[in-house]
């Protein structure tokens, strides 16, 4: 028997620093989630870590392993075809937790495990010892000869960290890009770890496969890597606790392809699960699971076509222009940051140093019911912050609450200008007129306002030089425009979409120059008199979509809940 070696290096000073700060943390302060023990063993499956002589020549990592929710299955796969004792498989696993707690038990469970197997408990230490690794991943030093990486990575958000500690991660993984979670980074540095052919299998948020902050991530996964099979598990039973996150199991292979095996919302069941992962690896079919071509392009959002849409949402693509190169403009309303200040309904100051302010309750029915908010205006209309010495009770309104605007983070970077509002307001956009959607809806809510308010923040707001409004709010209220947030957008608990700008901006319309008259007047009708049947008829007649197109088109929401099983 080879004598048994470690592969790792000393921590440097700042990686001391990160294991310092998360050892003792509670499970939320990391962003610890536990996942069940069937789709533990699914994602196995899915990467091939499955008994038998072969994986003694593999190698498997799981780079935040807890409770040991991965592990211990893995370990058990690994044990059934090795004597008790046998330190030759010592080499087979790696896994780092960098919390002591959890590191604790986690151990304890592969103790328990191995004495079942007849281990004694001096070979049992000997290879724990080697096994299992007290250390920070991100900052941990580790041969990239793996052959199987899997897990469950936290799901931390980058605000939540010391800025010492954010700032090393930011400056080693360039995945960290704009708002982008932690398991992000976990993803970027489990790839460059995987041999040729190697595997890498989490379950996460799949937020990071269309939102801006992925793009980077996507990017290196279309040069090297290929994703072989996606499962949505949003509203699946997948963990112990209640999570607020939109939970995907992707599997991605060092190596070039161009099929991915997707499935969506599966019973969550080992009778279930068993079957689809031997169908997602391609070994035999299922109803249940589809094949897509060419899903990771560059950075492009990942589009997994549930709904068959795709084609025709790609067709679009390539002979309209997007949503603002055909002269509309999308934009979102204003943050203030404290908003019990900045906000309300008696506001004390003087009448240019406030605007009329519409949210997402004034536009609940569907038209724009006024409930007779204010927001503060700490901008003249050239854009520069008013001088208070002209604003006598702005200023005293401003200076009864100043500790409050003061905690901002925004009052913190412009201690000048600490009353501002964390967004610039511009008060021509009040009188104009504009359509409003919120951010987050089960399908597509758009409200026309003739231009008398100021959006809030939770409000996307659009506006044209060309496009007629009205016939713009039908056509962003049809199964057309819903098909394309579908497609990009994440989806909320409940099932519901994001409707953000980055979204709403891949929607294709034509030039509105190209619009027949009589097109023009059916399409602003429609709106103004909430006919359904002549929108659709509108949508239809725009975009030349024939019957099987359009029906199809119309299957595109997502069911808001899945077919599960508790277990």
Request: net charge neutral; charged share 25%.
């Amino acid at each position: 028997m080879r004598p048994v070696q470690t592969e790792f290096f000393e921590a440097s000073a700042p990686a001391k620093d990160a294991v310092a700060y998360f050892s003792e943390a509670s499970a939320e302060t990391r962003g610890a989630i536990h996942t069940r023990p069937e789709v533990s063993g699914f994602i196995l499956d899915l990467t091939g870590w499955q008994s038998g002589p072969d994986l003694l020549r593999a190698r498997l990592l799981e780079p935040s392993a807890g409770e040991g929710d991965f592990l211990v299955p893995a370990a058990r796969r690994l044990l059934a075809g090795v004597k008790p004792d046998d330190l030759e498989i010592a080499p087979c696993i790696r896994a780092v937790e960098v919390n002591l707690g959890a590191l604790a038990v986690c151990r304890e469970r592969l103790h328990e495990l191995l004495s079942e197997r007849g281990w004694s408990r001096l070979k049992s230490e000997q290879l724990l010892g080697e096994w299992l690794v007290h250390a920070d991943f991100l900052t941990l030093p580790l041969p990239a000869h793996f052959t199987h990486i899997v897990g469950n990575p936290p799901y931390l958000r980058l605000e939540n960290l010391p800025k010492d500690l954010l700032h090393l991660y930011r400056s080693q993984w360039r995945s960290l890009f704009d708002r982008a979670d932690l398991y992000v980074a976990f993803i970027e540095k489990s790839l460059g770890l995987l041999r040729p052919e190697g595997r890498l299998s989490f379950i996460c948020a799949d937020r990071w496969m269309k939102n801006r902050y992925g793009g980077p991530l996507r990017a290196l996964v279309s040069a090297s890597f290929h994703l072989e099979s996606y499962v949505d598990l949003t509203g699946c039973p997948a963990f112990f606790d209640e999570v607020d996150a939109y939970p995907a199991v992707t599997v991605l292979r060092r190596g070039l392809g161009a099929k991915t095996y997707t499935a969506f919302r599966p019973e969550i069941s080992e009778s279930a699960l068993l079957p689809l992962a031997k169908a997602l690896r391609g070994e035999t079919t299922n109803p249940a699971v589809t094949v897509r071509f060419d899903v990771a392009v560059g950075d492009q959002s990942w589009a997994f076509d549930e709904d068959g849409c795709m084609a025709a949402i790609r067709r679009l693509e390539t002979t309209l222009p997007a949503l603002e190169a055909a002269g509309v403009r999308v934009g979102i309303g204003v943050a203030t940051g404290a908003d019990a200040v900045f906000i309300g309904r008696d506001l004390d100051v003087e009448d240019s140093r406030k605007l009329p302010l519409v949210t997402t309750r004034d536009i609940r029915s569907g038209q724009v019911e006024w409930r007779g908010e204010w927001v503060l205006n700490p901008f003249e209309a050239d854009g520069r912050l008013v001088e208070l010495a002209s604003y006598p009770r702005f200023a005293a309104y401003l200076e009864k609450h100043r500790e409050r605007i003061g905690q901002r983070n925004v009052a913190a970077r412009n201690p000048h200008g600490w009353f501002r509002t964390i967004d610039r307001i511009h008060e021509s956009l009040t009188w104009r007129p504009k359509l409003l959607i919120p951010d987050i809806k089960g399908s597509a809510h758009v409200v026309y306002e003739e231009g008398k308010l100021y959006p809030h923040h939770n409000l996307y707001h659009i506006t044209s030089e060309t496009w007629d409004l009205r016939a713009l709010q039908t056509v962003l209220s049809s199964r057309l425009a819903l098909a394309f947030i579908t497609a990009y957008s994440p989806r909320m608990r409940g099932g519901n979409l994001r409707f953000q700008a980055q979204y709403l901006r891949r929607i294709r319309i034509p030039e509105w120059a190209n619009v027949n008259l009589a097109l023009r007047r059916k399409l602003s009708a429609a709106a103004i008199e909430s006919d359904a049947a002549l929108a659709d008829s509108a949508v239809r007649e725009l975009y030349a979509f024939d019957e099987a197109t359009w029906k199809l088109l119309g299957q595109a929401r997502r069911p808001a809940t899945a077919p599960t099983t508790e277990s």
